[in-house]
């Protein structure tokens, strides 16, 4: 199939499945320990379901590192910075109206959100609310077993296998209905960590910019969402 068909046939398919979701569809992110690439896979995933599937999508900082900060200054610039950030005009527009908000090729990001962060987002009819709930030992475990869909991101360097096999052992134990997700390690890795826990370890496409929907990455989340 040539590319540019293929590509009109996941967006066409993406756009039927998303369809199916009329109520606001709440998905959340927790990483096994840090820097396992959660807030990336975050962007990606609102990424896709914005441009590719054409949901109005929510993107909240459920955590306290920080990040949505930095990427606010990263892409947007700041007022006294003298600096109008790395994305083009179209794509920076501040988010209108919703404090500690902002808006990056129609994605709407929320800084240090929660309870009520979460009620904003039902009342602007968000179709699909993507939260970042930073790593699991932050203590949001419980709101994000709320969640319709949970993702599990998975550390598989060395350094992060540890913390890895806690979380899942613990959670594999407790019987909830978590998925797991890689983003970095080792293929031998994810295999072995497959085998010792007994569970599917999804391995995330390589997306170098994660505000770029690659056709892998639309194939991926066509998949999972």
Known sequence: MRTSHR?????????QKGA???EQRLIGLIGAGPAVGVTHTAVTMAGYL??????????????????????????????????????PLPARKKNSGCRGSFRILDVDYYRNAGTETLVLCKKLRYQEVIVDYGAAAGGNQEEFFRCDRQFLLAGLSEWQTGAFLETAGAWKRAG??????????????????????????????????????????MEFYQQIL
């Open 7 to 15: 590509k009109h046939f996941i967006r066409a398919k993406a756009s």
């Open 20 to 22: 199916a979701y009329a």
């Open 50 to 87: 914005t441009g590719i599937c054409r949901r109005r999508c929510a993107v909240l900082e459920w955590n306290d590192h920080g990040t949505f900060e930095r990427l606010e200054e990263s892409c947007l610039g700041k007022k006294n910075s003298g600096w109008r950030g790395r994305l």
């Open 176 to 217: 909830t209905g978590w998925e797991t997700l890689a983003v970095f390690g080792s293929e031998e890795t994810r295999k072995n960590m497959e085998k010792e826990l007994g569970l599917s370890i999804r391995r995330v496409p390589v997306s170098v910019d994660a505000f770029t929907v690659t056709e892998s990455v």
